[in-house]
């Protein structure tokens, strides 16, 4: 069975692994170009690249998907299937290509949470389960029909980072099941309802900002949702800090208003909002590193009644 497995970031690699481990060794591996970082600019492999590599696999990295160039070269493959992991969104003329459809893995439940951050926006609404799904890619973003499903839970304090690297293995682990089940002709597809269906946009700036009117919950999801990365964002003492981990205290004082200091403990402050408090636990100063709030607290003077905005 000739497969092209397409995929760039560390979500993908699981997949990529198991696919190869299990007789379904992919024949070329699609991913992103090599990006300049850091104050060098030395150019970064995407974490697939690296992977197919070790795993001495042909890789391709396309510019444009509708260059004819490399259209014409994913013909040339012959390939009965295409899995698609964390990639971009692909023309018309490439997903009719491989003879038995191509497969996309998604972080969610669908219909639940189509789009470009399914696992950050989950944790930020607060849900207590999600999962991921396998299905044959159509035009529209995330509406082909399913192939398989499989759920985890998330934690009441489980972060975007942890979630994310627990779905990635779960995805690998399904992706497997449905390509052998596609390939046995064993899995019946079925349509999404897209009467149930939601949206889980890209996450931008103005979904970083903590507004402290919400409830302590709601902010503590949004902690959550952007830890480790991008971070969720205040200000204290006229300077930016990002927030990575907290815990909701039900009981809060009534004389607090929302964003204000209600208390300071030896490893935490703690932060009135529109609905209970919100210990802060973990915090990144502008330009510092990622620190617990003890060691923050040890250099610097947080007064009960200061304000953050």
């Not at 995929?7 to 090599?34: A, H, M, Q, R, W």
């Not at 682990?173 to 046995?184: A, F, H």
């Not at 205290?249 to 209970?276: H, N, Q, R, W």
């Not at 060691?295 to 200061?306: A, K, Q, S, W, Y």
Request: aromatic share 6%; glycine share 8%; proline share 6%.
């Amino acid at each position: 069975m000739k497969i092209i497995f397409m995929g760039t970031p560390e979500f993908s690699v699981p997949s990529l692994i198991k696919l190869s481990e299990n007789n379904y060794k992919p024949v070329v591996v699609v991913t992103g170009l090599d990006k300049k970082q850091g104050r060098g600019q030395k150019l970064i492999s995407t974490p697939v690249k690296i992977a197919a590599e070790n795993l001495n696999i042909p890789l391709i990295q396309p510019l444009n998907l509708k260059d004819p160039a490399f259209l014409k070269q994913i013909k040339s493959i012959d390939a009965d299937l295409a899995c698609v992991v964390a990639f971009r969104i692909l023309p018309e003329e490439l997903l009719t290509i491989p003879k038995m459809g191509t497969i996309n893995l998604h972080g969610s439940l669908l219909p639940f949470y189509r789009g470009a951050a399914p696992i950050q926006r989950a944790i930020m609404a607060g849900e207590k389960e999600t999962g991921v799904t396998t299905f044959f890619i159509k035009k529209k973003v995330d509406t082909g029909n399913i192939l398989l499903q499989d759920s985890l839970k998330i934690g009441e304090n489980e972060d975007f980072g942890s979630v994310h690297d627990r779905l990635s293995e779960l995805g690998g682990d399904l992706l497997l099941e449905t390509v052998r089940g596609v390939k046995s002709g064993n899995i019946e597809e079925r349509m999404q309802d897209d009467s149930l269906a939601t949206n889980a946009p890209k996450i931008n700036a103005s979904d970083l900002n903590i507004n402290w009117s919400n409830s302590a919950k709601s902010i503590h999801n949004q902690v959550r949702g952007l830890s480790p990365f991008p971070g969720a964002s205040t200000k204290l003492m006229n300077k930016k800090i990002k927030i990575f981990k907290s815990e909701v205290e039900d009981e809060m004082p009534d004389k607090y208003s929302p964003g204000e200091v209600a208390s300071v403990e030896k490893e935490f402050f703690t932060v009135s909002t529109g609905k209970g408090g919100l210990k802060i636990l973990e915090l990144q100063r502008e330009g510092k590193n990622r620190i617990k709030c003890a060691d923050f607290l040890r250099g610097m003077n947080v007064p009960v009644g200061e304000k953050l905005e």
